[in-house]
């Protein structure tokens, strides 16, 4: 092996925790940010839902519920995003 690829593999050694631990991070950030999203749109659905019941002809309440739930559609893809580009990380970073 040469001296470059030694250098090289040193310094990867040295970084991979650091990367790991960060990429764990942005995963639980987009986690955390998916519950609370999660948690705040089904209540907002919800309340419209019981609302819409009580007044049939407004329709302003489907505008609602459709808002809400691409709010959770948006947490849930940022999510699968955020997970893809960091498995793409690790694997762009593994030892040869």
């Known amino acids: 092996m040469s001296e470059s690829n ?3 593999s040193s310094a990867q050694q040295l970084i991979q925790p650091s990367v790991n631990q960060s990429i764990a ?3 639980q950030s987009a986690v955390d940010l998916m519950r609370n999203l999660n948690t705040i ?3 907002v659905i ?4 019981a609302a819409w019941l009580a007044e049939p002809g407004n329709t302003a309440y489907k505008d609602i519920i459709e808002n ?3 709010t959770i559609t948006f947490a849930v893809e940022n999510l699968a995003k955020v997970g893809t580009v960091g498995a793409g990380v690790l694997t762009d970073l593994k030892p040869d």
């Open 6 to 8: 030694t250098a090289t």
């Open 25 to 27: 991070l942005a995963v």
């Open 41 to 43: 749109e089904t209540t």
């Open 46 to 49: 919800g309340v419209a839902s």
């Open 68 to 70: 809400a739930t691409k």
